[in-house]
């Protein structure tokens, strides 16, 4: 499992396994509210139908703001690529700072719901706009991880000192930024499809048009489950590569062929450190270009 773990950037992992908790809580405690046994006392199931409906709607706010951790963590990699890496080289530092605050945060927003301190409204039009802005924050990192990567390329022919941490951000950038426009597509449709459906069943009373959009919002967790993991697979090679060599299935991923020793052939020079880093970004270059 650890080499799976070292797909994305430890920080990136960390933020895509608390998408992945929130989705978990939302549906664990959404189950044991509907599936709740008849054979229970009248006592219990009432304590625990209100615990699992608190714990639903944690779940479910956590869900509408889960691009936050994201879009920081980002910004941040594509803004101080060098810090950045220095900064979370041992330990996800940021990737665990961001995932406390949004549980925390989250709590507070529900906190101050139930409490009546702000209506549905209000927390409707604030994740719309947040939803809106995230868009347009990562329809721009493509861009700007492709503007650094290409900067870092200008850097490395000019003979200026570029480390090693640096290039391996820069290139972690360009990765992710086209890998997640996709992810965050999904969330944020679904997003939206779940506030689209709170905000109608506001304006319409009939009991009928109520129930369905009751539903479809219900059921915006699971869709979004299923969509992130087709399309993080779809989108991600490497990812795809290792989770059918967990399968045992590696000797169908990659074929390699060991050429047999001869001791005739004349051992090739050593590379110079600056021939191995213009093959590193020749490489990189020929792959997104």
């Known amino acids: 499992m650890a080499p799976m773990l070292q797909i994305f950037h430890p920080n990136l992992t960390v933020l895509l396994l608390n998408i992945a908790a929130s989705l978990f809580v939302a549906l664990v405690s959404r189950t044991v509210m509907l599936f709740m046994g008849a054979g229970v006392k009248v006592q219990i199931r009432t304590a625990v139908y209100y615990w699992a409906d608190k714990i639903s709607d944690l779940g479910i706010c956590a869900m509408a703001f889960n691009l936050i951790p994201l879009v920081i963590e ?43 301190y702000f209506t549905i409204i209000t927390l409707l039009v604030v994740v719309c706009a947040f939803y809106l802005i995230a868009l347009l924050i990562f329809c721009l990192l493509p861009i700007i ?20 941490t640096e290039r391996y951000q820069l290139s972690e950038n360009l990765r992710c930024a086209y890998m997640l426009n996709r992810v965050i ?21 009939d009991k009928a048009v109520s129930q369905l959009l009751l539903r479809i919002y219900y059921l915006t967790p699971p869709i979004q489950a299923a969509l992130m993991t087709i399309v993080t697979f779809h989108a991600s090679r490497k990812l795809r590569s290792e989770f059918i060599r967990l399968l045992h299935c590696h000797e169908n991923v990659f074929s390699c062929t060991v050429e047999p020793y001869n001791s005739t052939k004349r051992i090739p020079r050593r590379m110079t450190a600056e021939e191995e880093r213009r093959i590193y970004f020749s490489g990189y270059n020929k792959a997104w270009n």
């Open 145 to 164: 991880a492709r503007s650094g990567y290409e900067r870092g390329l200008r850097r490395l022919y000019a003979g200026d000192g570029h480390s090693l």
């Open 185 to 205: 597509f999904v969330i944020s449709a679904s997003a939206l499809l779940a506030t689209a459906c709170i905000a109608v069943r506001l304006l319409f009373k």
């Open 74 to 116: 980002r910004v941040a990699a594509s803004v101080m690529s060098c810090f950045y890496e220095k900064f979370s080289a041992r330990s996800p530092y940021l990737g665990f700072a961001l995932s406390f605050l949004h549980w925390a945060l989250c709590g507070a927003l529900i906190f101050s719901y139930h409490k009546g």
